[in-house]
């Protein structure tokens, strides 16, 4: 069962720090990494790059049904994505990422630095060691990504909109460290992946 996460005010950028970690203390998700149901199939289901859900080719336009569907989304060891009961493992097709992250709040400088990124289910993320930031190995491509839950390196990503990383270079080349890296909850993310 899950519990549904308080609403998030409208205007996220007067949202605090306190207040988002209340919210995510409040969230509660389905185990889905503990459920391994022997029956499966196809869902018909697809995310597309741009974030949005489609079944059977229609545009889910609920976005009530969106966040749900996305508290039962697992990535597989192979990399592919299911949605996942205690009866039945789902397959979904997914473009880039699953989720984005479409506003960022950040709290502190240097060091103490916190990031706050709401998603497109409004879901929020601190990024830092457990919720890693990657930015990819191309500085002239970026690849700005979120792990958002899961195992890091083989769980759920988000894509960062482009003007959130923007954001974040500014920030990083403000900060001054050489090669540019932004920090964020005690952790430090090179902007270009090692």
Do not use: C
């Amino acid at each position: 069962m899950v519990t549904p996460a308080p609403s998030l005010p409208k205007d996220f950028a007067q949202l605090s720090l306190a207040e988002a970690a209340e919210l995510l203390a409040a969230r509660k998700l389905p185990p889905v990494e503990q459920w391994h149901p022997e029956r499966s199939g196809d869902s018909a289901m697809e995310i597309r790059a741009d974030g949005s859900w489609f079944h059977e080719g229609g545009r889910i336009n609920r976005p009530a049904m969106v966040k749900l569907f996305s508290t039962i989304l697992r990535r597989e060891p192979d990399g592919g994505h299911v949605l996942v009961t205690p009866a039945e493992k789902l397959s979904i097709a997914v473009e880039d990422t699953p989720f984005r992250a479409v506003e960022m709040k950040s709290e502190g400088e240097g060091d103490t630095r916190k990031l706050v990124f709401r998603l497109d289910t409004d879901d929020l993320v601190i990024a830092g060691a457990d919720h890693p930031l990657g930015f990819g190995s191309d500085s002239d491509n970026p690849d700005p990504r979120l792990h958002v839950r899961g195992e890091p390196g083989n769980g759920l990503e988000a894509r960062i909109d482009r003007a959130l990383y923007y954001e974040i270079v500014d920030m990083a080349l403000a900060d001054g460290a050489e090669p540019p890296a932004i920090w964020s909850n005690g952790a430090r993310f090179p902007l270009v992946d090692a």
